[in-house]
């Protein structure tokens, strides 16, 4: 699955290589995304405001089958905490617009007993429309991480609006997010 992503992100279009300051947060904040460049670094932090029993695990169809592997996906990530912090060197994304890309393993960190690294994290924008409710854009974040040599993948849908270019002057949006 690694290499399949891996071959998505090589084969994408060329993107400029830019600053990111990014924050999504929900109307009443559930789980909010920041990614934030300083000083030649770009730091990703998830936080899960109502704690870990609340978090974004999954994004997609689910089947019956798949239970058993989405509460064992929850044990492992609920010992990881309710706010994630990982970094990567600013070299390894690319921008376009709202869209970011960033791909390359970055050594471990222990988080309460685990080796975790993230060696991606991206977003998606999409529009759903239908007859009854009308058109609705979304962005969706994501992170990839490896814990204790699983791969998984922390996904967040956002409504377009909850999703500030230039998170970092917005001083409401700071005090919120940043403990």
């Known amino acids: 699955m690694k290499s399949l992503f891996v071959f998505i992100l090589l084969v994408a279009t060329s993107l400029s290589a830019a600053e990111l300051n990014l924050g999504c947060v929900t109307e009443t904040p559930t789980t909010s995304f920041i990614a934030e460049t300083k000083n030649g670094t770009v730091q990703f932090d998830l ?49 376009d617009g709202v869209l970011f890309n960033c791909f390359g393993s970055q050594p471990s960190v222990e988080i309460n007993g685990h080796q975790v690294n993230i060696w991606a994290a991206y977003n998606t924008t999409y529009s759903e429309t239908s007859l009854s409710s009308g058109t609705f854009n979304y962005v969706t974040t994501n992170l990839a991480i490896e814990v204790d040599g699983q791969s998984l993948f922390l996904p967040m849908r956002y409504f377009e609006e909850e999703c500030y270019q230039q998170f970092s002057k917005n001083k409401t949006l700071q005090k919120l997010l940043r403990k």
Request: hydrophobic letters at 35%; a negative charge; proline letters at 6%.
């Open 47 to 95: 936080i899960h405001h109502f704690g870990v029993k609340y978090m974004p695990i999954h994004s997609g169809v689910i089947t019956p089958n798949d239970l058993g592997t989405l509460s064992d996906r929850a044990s492992l990530l609920a010992y990881l905490g309710d706010h994630l912090t990982f970094t990567m060197p600013a070299e390894s994304c690319q921008t």
